[in-house]
């Protein structure tokens, strides 16, 4: 008799120190719930921020990307030097595009002047053009576009007609210029329509002869 009543107060005081399993399931499901209402709205914004930001930064070294592209063919126009000025802003974290593009930058300062002779002038025109193209090929790794340097550096199409016109308005500014800094002389000599007969008294010089 003894031994039975200490078993009936042993097992009813268990129950009341050991919570219940369904307790601790409400417990947890009502933490997670507070805690989707309140990280919910929280992560979907951090989430579409960083999606844009991502968006944006690959819009941007994509139009440098395309510009470079573009006018590879013609490296000293302004679309060409201002792309080329923006690689180290938009792939400052690329350190593949970086190194290519600060070699190529020093090319550009040590290899050109105007004491270099023609011959020098096209091997490092030749030498920039490797450079470029390795640059080129480093940033579409990054931009995921699948390029082979060959297809980069035998690329791009230019008309012969711009390449002259270019020629030629650099050829008239730098006459102008000597003209003006009194390097050569103004010259100015008489015009005769073609097929018109010159007359024989010199009546056709411009500013006529004194009588």
């Not at 005081?13 to 919570?19: F, G, R």
């Not at 819009?59 to 006018?71: A, D, E, G, H, I």
């Not at 002259?164 to 015009?191: K, S």
Request: charged share 25%.
């Amino acid at each position: 008799m003894p031994s039975k009543t200490i078993h009936n107060k042993v097992g009813s005081e268990s129950p009341s120190k050991a919570p219940r399993k369904s307790e601790l399931r409400v417990d947890a499901f009502s933490v997670l719930i507070v805690l989707a209402t309140f990280l919910g709205p929280i992560s979907a914004v951090l989430v579409t921020r960083w999606v844009d930001q991502s968006r944006e930064r690959r819009s941007q070294r994509l139009y440098v990307f395309r510009t470079l592209m573009r006018t590879r063919r013609m490296p000293v126009t302004i679309d060409h030097v201002t792309a080329l000025n923006l690689v180290e802003v938009e792939y400052y974290n690329c350190p593949n595009v970086i190194g290519v593009f600060r070699e190529l930058i020093t090319h550009y300062m040590t290899n050109y002047g105007d004491e270099k002779t023609i011959d020098e002038l096209k091997a490092a025109n030749d030498k920039a053009d490797r450079i470029k193209t390795r640059m080129l090929s480093a940033m579409a790794r990054v931009l995921r576009y699948k390029f082979g340097e060959i297809d980069l550096f035998e690329g791009g199409y230019v008309p012969r007609a711009w390449s002259d016109e270019l020629g030629e308005q650099q050829a008239i500014r730098r006459g102008v210029l000597r003209i003006l800094d009194g390097t050569i002389p103004l010259q100015i000599a008489p015009f005769v329509p073609r097929g018109q007969v010159t007359p024989a008294d010199g009546s056709h010089v411009f500013p006529p002869k004194p009588t």
